[in-house]
Protein backbone atom coordinates (compact mmCIF):
# COMPACT_ATOMS: atom_id res chain seq x y z
CA UNK A 1 0.00 0.00 0.00
CA UNK A 2 1.45 3.33 -0.66
CA UNK A 3 -0.79 4.70 2.08
CA UNK A 4 -1.51 8.60 1.60
CA UNK A 5 0.10 10.39 -1.32
CA UNK A 6 -0.12 14.17 -2.11
CA UNK A 7 0.71 16.09 -5.78
CA UNK A 8 2.62 18.09 -6.15
CA UNK A 9 5.08 18.66 -3.50
CA UNK A 10 6.14 21.54 -4.23
CA UNK A 11 4.27 24.10 -6.32
CA UNK A 12 4.53 28.45 -6.67
CA UNK A 13 2.00 30.03 -7.78
CA UNK A 14 1.06 33.74 -8.80
CA UNK A 15 -2.18 36.04 -7.50
CA UNK A 16 -4.85 35.30 -8.84
CA UNK A 17 -3.89 31.57 -10.17
CA UNK A 18 -5.66 28.53 -9.51
CA UNK A 19 -4.33 25.08 -8.85
CA UNK A 20 -5.50 21.71 -7.29
CA UNK A 21 -3.68 19.67 -4.71
CA UNK A 22 -4.59 15.92 -5.44
CA UNK A 23 -4.76 13.53 -2.47
CA UNK A 24 -5.04 9.92 -3.11
CA UNK A 25 -5.64 6.68 -0.62
CA UNK A 26 -5.27 2.90 -1.44
CA UNK A 27 -6.45 2.02 2.03
CA UNK A 28 -10.76 2.36 1.34
CA UNK A 29 -10.65 4.91 4.22
CA UNK A 30 -14.17 6.33 4.68
CA UNK A 31 -12.56 9.52 6.22
CA UNK A 32 -10.02 12.19 4.48
CA UNK A 33 -8.75 15.57 5.58
CA UNK A 34 -7.16 18.52 4.59
CA UNK A 35 -5.13 20.24 6.55
CA UNK A 36 -2.74 23.65 6.55
CA UNK A 37 -0.01 24.39 8.49
CA UNK A 38 1.75 27.85 8.37
CA UNK A 39 5.60 28.45 9.79
CA UNK A 40 5.72 27.72 13.35
CA UNK A 41 2.14 27.31 13.41
CA UNK A 42 -0.39 24.14 14.35
CA UNK A 43 -2.46 22.25 11.51
CA UNK A 44 -5.52 23.91 11.10
CA UNK A 45 -8.46 21.68 9.34
CA UNK A 46 -9.36 23.37 6.27
CA UNK A 47 -12.43 20.15 5.04
CA UNK A 48 -12.84 16.90 5.83
CA UNK A 49 -14.79 14.46 3.82
CA UNK A 50 -17.02 11.62 5.89
CA UNK A 51 -17.28 9.68 2.63
CA UNK A 52 -18.09 9.63 -0.65
CA UNK A 53 -20.43 13.13 -1.47
CA UNK A 54 -19.89 14.31 1.75
CA UNK A 55 -17.78 17.30 3.11
CA UNK A 56 -17.75 19.46 5.66
CA UNK A 57 -16.15 22.81 6.16
CA UNK A 58 -12.96 22.54 9.02
CA UNK A 59 -11.58 25.38 10.85
CA UNK A 60 -10.30 27.50 7.96
CA UNK A 61 -12.46 26.65 4.82
CA UNK A 62 -12.39 30.21 2.87
CA UNK A 63 -10.42 30.59 -0.28
CA UNK A 64 -10.94 26.85 -0.88
CA UNK A 65 -13.12 23.86 -2.40
CA UNK A 66 -13.32 20.45 -2.25
CA UNK A 67 -15.04 17.40 -3.48
CA UNK A 68 -14.89 13.32 -3.02
CA UNK A 69 -16.54 11.95 -6.22
CA UNK A 70 -14.83 8.91 -5.12
CA UNK A 71 -13.86 7.13 -1.87
CA UNK A 72 -9.55 7.00 -3.09
CA UNK A 73 -9.64 10.90 -3.93
CA UNK A 74 -9.76 14.12 -2.33
CA UNK A 75 -8.73 16.97 -4.42
CA UNK A 76 -8.27 20.49 -2.57
CA UNK A 77 -9.14 23.57 -4.82
CA UNK A 78 -7.53 26.73 -4.54
CA UNK A 79 -9.11 29.02 -6.63
CA UNK A 80 -8.06 32.58 -6.62
CA UNK A 81 -4.72 31.96 -4.74
CA UNK A 82 -3.27 34.97 -2.23
CA UNK A 83 -0.01 35.28 -0.59
CA UNK A 84 -1.59 34.34 2.54
CA UNK A 85 -2.40 30.74 1.00
CA UNK A 86 1.42 30.32 1.18
CA UNK A 87 1.34 26.66 3.46
CA UNK A 88 2.11 23.08 3.78
CA UNK A 89 -0.50 21.06 2.99
CA UNK A 90 -1.11 17.81 4.57
CA UNK A 91 -4.01 15.48 3.55
CA UNK A 92 -4.61 12.75 6.27
CA UNK A 93 -6.99 9.25 6.05
CA UNK A 94 -8.82 7.21 8.67
CA UNK A 95 -11.14 4.35 8.77
CA UNK A 96 -13.43 5.75 11.59
CA UNK A 97 -13.47 8.13 14.19
CA UNK A 98 -11.85 7.31 17.56
CA UNK A 99 -12.31 3.42 17.77
CA UNK A 100 -8.94 1.21 18.26
CA UNK A 101 -7.00 0.72 15.33
CA UNK A 102 -8.16 3.56 13.77
CA UNK A 103 -4.52 5.28 13.15
CA UNK A 104 -4.71 8.17 11.43
CA UNK A 105 -2.56 8.24 8.42
CA UNK A 106 -1.06 11.65 6.91
CA UNK A 107 0.46 12.37 3.68
CA UNK A 108 3.93 14.22 3.22
CA UNK A 109 2.68 16.86 2.57
CA UNK A 110 2.34 19.45 -0.69
CA UNK A 111 4.60 23.02 -0.02
CA UNK A 112 2.46 25.58 -1.61
CA UNK A 113 3.94 29.71 -2.14
CA UNK A 114 2.06 32.35 -3.86
CA UNK A 115 3.84 35.40 -4.58
CA UNK B 1 -11.65 24.88 18.72
CA UNK B 2 -9.68 22.10 20.22
CA UNK B 3 -10.56 20.58 22.86
CA UNK B 4 -7.21 19.91 24.34
CA UNK B 5 -4.96 22.07 26.50
CA UNK B 6 -0.73 21.78 26.64
CA UNK B 7 2.47 23.57 27.89
CA UNK B 8 3.81 25.12 24.91
CA UNK B 9 7.10 23.73 25.63
CA UNK B 10 8.93 21.31 27.44
CA UNK B 11 13.27 20.36 28.23
CA UNK B 12 14.15 16.76 28.91
CA UNK B 13 17.51 15.54 29.16
CA UNK B 14 18.53 12.71 26.48
CA UNK B 15 18.01 9.30 28.64
CA UNK B 16 15.70 10.50 30.78
CA UNK B 17 11.87 10.11 30.77
CA UNK B 18 9.70 12.82 29.05
CA UNK B 19 6.12 13.52 30.68
CA UNK B 20 3.85 15.69 28.58
CA UNK B 21 0.94 16.84 29.96
CA UNK B 22 -2.36 17.17 28.25
CA UNK B 23 -6.09 18.48 29.64
CA UNK B 24 -9.44 17.46 28.28
CA UNK B 25 -12.05 18.44 30.69
CA UNK B 26 -14.81 18.25 27.87
CA UNK B 27 -13.78 14.90 26.87
CA UNK B 28 -17.16 12.68 25.99
CA UNK B 29 -17.39 9.10 27.25
CA UNK B 30 -16.38 7.69 23.83
CA UNK B 31 -14.01 9.94 22.56
CA UNK B 32 -10.20 8.24 22.43
CA UNK B 33 -7.24 10.82 23.17
CA UNK B 34 -4.67 10.33 20.41
CA UNK B 35 -1.07 11.30 20.21
CA UNK B 36 0.77 12.36 17.30
CA UNK B 37 4.07 13.92 17.02
CA UNK B 38 5.66 15.95 13.76
CA UNK B 39 9.42 16.13 13.82
CA UNK B 40 10.14 19.55 11.36
CA UNK B 41 7.21 19.93 8.57
CA UNK B 42 7.53 16.60 7.89
CA UNK B 43 3.59 14.88 8.42
CA UNK B 44 2.35 14.02 12.19
CA UNK B 45 3.56 10.67 13.17
CA UNK B 46 1.24 8.60 15.13
CA UNK B 47 2.17 7.20 18.13
CA UNK B 48 -0.38 6.03 20.70
CA UNK B 49 -4.41 6.30 21.69
CA UNK B 50 -6.62 5.18 24.53
CA UNK B 51 -9.68 5.64 26.22
CA UNK B 52 -9.38 4.92 29.68
CA UNK B 53 -7.04 1.88 30.41
CA UNK B 54 -3.24 3.12 30.47
CA UNK B 55 -1.54 2.27 27.21
CA UNK B 56 1.47 1.27 25.97
CA UNK B 57 3.34 0.35 22.72
CA UNK B 58 7.06 0.38 21.41
CA UNK B 59 7.18 4.18 21.67
CA UNK B 60 5.50 5.74 24.84
CA UNK B 61 3.24 4.86 27.14
CA UNK B 62 -0.22 6.55 27.74
CA UNK B 63 -1.49 7.72 31.35
CA UNK B 64 -5.06 8.25 31.93
CA UNK B 65 -6.65 10.08 34.86
CA UNK B 66 -9.74 7.84 36.57
CA UNK B 67 -11.87 11.09 35.68
CA UNK B 68 -10.75 11.03 32.29
CA UNK B 69 -9.93 14.65 31.62
CA UNK B 70 -6.03 14.40 31.34
CA UNK B 71 -3.86 12.68 30.80
CA UNK B 72 0.36 11.90 30.73
CA UNK B 73 2.40 10.85 27.26
CA UNK B 74 5.32 8.91 28.72
CA UNK B 75 8.56 8.64 26.51
CA UNK B 76 10.77 6.21 29.03
CA UNK B 77 14.33 7.22 27.37
CA UNK B 78 14.05 10.00 25.84
CA UNK B 79 17.17 10.69 22.55
CA UNK B 80 17.58 13.41 20.56
CA UNK B 81 15.53 12.21 17.82
CA UNK B 82 12.42 13.00 19.74
CA UNK B 83 12.69 16.38 19.42
CA UNK B 84 9.47 17.09 17.96
CA UNK B 85 5.66 19.03 18.40
CA UNK B 86 3.91 16.56 20.48
CA UNK B 87 -0.09 17.05 19.67
CA UNK B 88 -2.80 15.87 22.34
CA UNK B 89 -5.91 15.18 20.31
CA UNK B 90 -9.44 14.19 21.16
CA UNK B 91 -10.65 12.52 18.11
CA UNK B 92 -13.99 13.09 17.07
CA UNK B 93 -15.00 13.11 12.99
CA UNK B 94 -13.30 16.60 12.91
CA UNK B 95 -10.07 15.99 14.06
CA UNK B 96 -8.70 19.10 15.31
CA UNK B 97 -5.02 20.06 16.21
CA UNK B 98 -4.13 22.22 19.34
CA UNK B 99 -0.92 24.35 19.68
CA UNK B 100 1.10 21.08 20.44
CA UNK B 101 4.00 20.82 22.77
CA UNK B 102 7.08 21.89 21.39
CA UNK B 103 9.75 18.78 23.07
CA UNK B 104 13.73 19.44 23.35
CA UNK B 105 15.82 16.62 24.13
CA UNK B 106 19.01 17.78 24.97
CA UNK B 107 22.52 16.00 25.36
Known amino acids: NAGVTQTPKFRILKIGQSMTLQCAQD?????MYWYRQDPGMGLKLIYY???????DKGEVPNGYNVSRSTTEDFPLRLELAAPSQTSVYFC??????????????FGEGSWLTVV | DAKTTQPPSMDCAEGRAANLPCNHS???????VYWYRQIHSQGPQYIIH???NNETNEMASLIITEDRKSSTLILPHATLRDTAVYYC????????FGTGTRLQVFP
Open chain 1, 92 to 105: ASSSSTGYPGNTIY
Open chain 2, 89 to 96: IVYTDKLI
Open chain 1, 27 to 31: MNHNY
Open chain 1, 49 to 55: SVGAGIT
Open chain 2, 26 to 32: TISGNEY
Open chain 2, 50 to 52: GLK
